[in-house]
């Protein structure tokens, strides 16, 4: 395209395109999953509580001004310090996007734990596509284990931090969906070649 105001204009519509396709292909893999175990209205209170920051905030931020509000799911009660690590390296652009990462306790658990290692390590920093690597891959586990406490998740998560303190560099989001299919795999739990984690 050339380089003026109608190629700069169609390659912003591309690109707007291009994030409204990658946004509902993940709602139809979405599609598959179990539902959250966090209700939704009670999630809608929790995005309210929200309403005071600014946004884009770190965590750190949101931990601050909201860490004590409680979050109950079926996995139990949890406050949002429980689920959101106290750093500045990990940021939100919206309430919305909060909201969703306490959608899965286990999960955002899970990748608390791995941001505060990571943390410890400037060469350990996170892209997006890598971190949606990882919680796609829990996700995948939780649906997979959900009877078995969410074993998985935990298993993945501990590998994860030891490759960090080992390293002091993130695994590839490909490695980290390799050792989850082999956890499924050795413990019994079939993965179809089609699922995410059949690699």
Not at 21 to 35: K, N, Y
Not at 38 to 52: H, W
Not at 98 to 125: F, H, L, N, W
Not at 157 to 173: K, M, R, V
């Amino acid at each position: 395209m050339a380089d003026n105001k109608n190629g700069r204009e169609a390659q912003a519509r591309n690109e707007e395109r291009r994030q409204r396709e990658r946004a509902i292909a993940e709602e139809l893999e979405r599609a598959d999953e179990p539902e959250p175990p966090v209700d939704s209205t009670e999630l809608a209170s929790f995005e309210t509580e929200l309403d005071t920051l600014e946004f884009p905030a770190s965590a750190a931020t949101v931990v601050d001004a909201v860490g004590d509000y409680e979050i109950e799911s079926a996995e139990g009660t949890h406050t949002v310090a429980d689920l959101l690590p106290d750093a500045a390296v990990e940021s939100f652009d919206s309430p919305a996007e909060v909201r969703t990462r306490v959608q899965r306790p286990t999960v955002a658990g899970a990748m608390k734990r791995i941001v505060k290692a990571a943390d410890r390590y400037q060469s350990a920093s996170f892209g997006a596509s890598q971190r949606d690597g990882y919680e796609r891959t829990f996700r995948a586990l939780q649906a997979i284990d959900a009877d078995d406490d969410d074993e998985g998740i935990r298993a993945i998560a501990d590998w994860i931090i030891e490759h960090i303190h080992e390293n002091e560099t993130l695994p590839g989001s490909r490695d980290v969906r390799r050792r989850a299919s082999e956890f499924c795999r050795s413990n019994g739990y079939s993965v179809r070649n089609d699922d995410w984690l059949g690699i």
